[in-house]
């Protein structure tokens, strides 16, 4: 959430994009930060890492 502003220009807005967090509320706001700047392809997961209910491979 602290670089996406600054990351944009490295960013392709064709590509497709998971956004992530703990929590679901920063990846959220990112997520708003991308479209806001012409990204069509944002996805971000609902309810972030708290709600994951699979393993996680390390």
Do not use: P
Not at 1 to 16: A, N, P, R, T
Not at 26 to 49: D, H
């Amino acid at each position: 959430m602290q670089v996406i502003e600054s990351m944009l220009s490295e960013l392709d807005k064709e590509q497709k994009y998971l956004v992530v967090c703990r929590s679901g509320n920063r990846s959220a706001q990112a997520s708003e930060i991308l479209v806001e700047n012409g990204f069509k392809n944002i996805y971000n997961m609902t309810g972030g890492m708290n709600e994951w209910k699979f393993d996680i491979e390390q």
